[in-house]
Nanobody, 118 residues
Framework: VQLQASGGGLVQAGGSLRLSCTAS????????MGWYRQVPEKQRELVAT???????KYEDSVKGRFTISADSAKNTVYLQMNSLKPEDTAVYYC?????????????WGQGTLVTVSS
């Protein structure tokens, strides 16, 4: 497994969770990283991305609540999720993209389920 995600779980609305995704060194050092989420019968949605230079982007609904960060010493990218809402409930996937302007995943981690109760 080249991307290993963890950190999902059940949390009440308003709570916080932190997702982690550890990549192989070869992937981490050559990729932009991101998090997607997916709910049943809907397309996978790009939530946040971070470039090797540390530039971040967020989907509008999570701006101000989610923070993506990376630790190059651990080859790990994080998604800190605060002020969680029931509509954040989804399976979250980490992904690695070629270093291009558009985020185009070429590697995926396994999903981790986040459930936010009301």
């Amino acid at each position: 497994v080249q991307l290993q995600a963890s950190g999902g779980g059940l949390v009440q609305a308003g709570g916080s969770l932190r997702l982690s995704c550890t990549a192989s060194e070869s992937i981490f050092s050559n990729s932009n990283m991101g998090w997607y989420r997916q709910v049943p019968e809907k397309q996978r949605e790009l939530v946040a991305t971070i470039t090797l230079a540390g530039t971040t982007k967020y989907e509008d609904s999570v701006k101000g609540r989610f923070t993506i960060s990376a630790d190059s010493a651990k080859n790990t990218v994080y998604l800190q999720m605060n002020s969680l809402k029931p509509e954040d409930t989804a399976v979250y996937y980490c992904a690695a993209s070629l270093r291009r302007a558009a985020f185009q995943p070429i590697h995926w981690g396994q999903g981790t389920l986040v459930t936010v109760s009301s």
